[in-house]
Each structure stands twice: as structure tokens, then as C-alpha cells.
């Protein structure tokens, strides 16, 4: 699911569909009902997962549950933190502010992924230490 925002995302989204799955208990109840609230909102959302109409929908839905199984809202709300904890902030925007005279080395970037280097490297016969500028 690369909407979710990545690996964090995928697996917040695998231990979710897990919890979903478990069968529904009602507190007045001892035995599980059918079908399970939320699944047919979670199957529905895994479809297409950028429609927020379908969000929403699961969303209620577990809340619903919630509202019956004491045992599911205990668990659906440690989800959460966790999710809330493990998600990225913000939307992906990065403002930087540079000012008054030189800065030396400057990067601006939100995500990288590898190593990154300032300045020439040595030259291959310069001694350790010594930079080729």
C-alpha cells in the first residue's frame, strides 16, 4: 500500500488488517458474531487506498465496533499511538531559511537515501588529510 507512507505505513497497515480480522466480541456477548464490523470497509479501502470516502467509512465502522468491544477499542487505540508515533510529520514539505553571508556547506533536502559529500575528494596521491581544492 504506497499510499500509507512507506515500510512504516505497510506495516501499520498489516497490523491494523490483523486486528480487523479478529473476530467480533460484544461485551454483552460471549460468543462471536458475524460478520465482523470493519472488514468489508478494510477489504473495501485495501481497493482503492487514496479514496478517502472509504476511509472515513472504515473509520466509523471501527469506531463502531469499538463502541461494543471493550477488548477491540483497548487495541484499536494502542494501534494508533503506535501508527500515530511511527507516521511521518507533516506533508512532505521542507522550508529552509539561509541568511547573512557565507554559510559554507548547505544542504537542502527532506529524504535522502545514501551518503553525501562536500568539498573535492583527495587526489589519489595527496597525502591523508589533504584536500585538492
Known sequence: MSGAGGAAGTQAWASLSRLVRRPFRRADRAQPEEPTPGLWELE????????????????????????????FARSLTAWLDEASSAAPTGAGD???????????????????HGPVTFGTPPAPDAPAGERAD
Open 44 to 71: 473495501d479501502l485495501e481497493g482503492s487506498p487514496q479514496d478517502t470516502g472509504r476511509a472515513q467509512a472504515l473509520a466509523d465502522a471501527l469506531r463502531r465496533r469499538a463502541a461494543h468491544d471493550p477488548d
Open 94 to 112: 521542507v522550508h529552509n531559511t539561509v541568511s547573512g553571508g557565507s554559510q559554507g556547506n548547505l544542504l537542502q533536502a527532506r529524504d535522502l
